[in-house]
Nanobody, 125 residues
Framework: QVQLVESGGGLVQAGGSLRLSCAASGRTFSLDAMGWFRQAPGKEREFVAAISQSGAIKYYGDFVKGRDTISRDNAKNTVTLQMNNLEPEDTAVYYC??????????????????WGQGTQVTVSS
């Protein structure tokens, strides 16, 4: 069974940090572009960050403003999102996703064919 399982979410005060992890199993994701998306209550799901198969190419959403870093460990089949200087507006469910058709990532949700269940991030003011 193919699975992406996110972890690391929780409650944090504004200005704090969280490290989200995504563990992949059931198939090899090391050839896939990987991404993180988020969905806040009442809003559309939006792009946060993405990383190429090799880890050399990274894209971030405009709102990230240098606060987040995406990385991957292909040997462990994991992808990590380090989030710093969190703001209440970052409160959302964060999803890990894999694009099995591409090694170079995109920002488009429709390109990602494997999704995790999400992890809740809540930032208090």
């Amino acid at each position: 069974q193919v699975q992406l399982v996110e972890s690391g979410g929780g409650l944090v005060q504004a200005g704090g940090s969280l490290r989200l992890s995504c563990a992949a199993s059931g198939r090899t994701f090391s050839l896939d572009a990987m991404g993180w998306f988020r969905q806040a209550p009442g809003k559309e799901r939006e792009f946060v960050a993405a990383i190429s198969q090799s880890g050399a190419i990274k894209y971030y959403g405009d709102f990230v403003k240098g606060r987040d870093t995406i990385s991957r460990d292909n040997a462990k089949n994991t992808v990590t999102l380090q989030m710093n200087n969190l703001e209440p507006e970052d409160t959302a469910v964060y999803y890990c996703a894999a694009d099995s058709k591409r090694r170079i990532p995109t920002k488009y949700q429709a390109n990602y064919d494997y999704w995790g269940q999400g992890t809740q991030v809540t930032v208090s003011s």
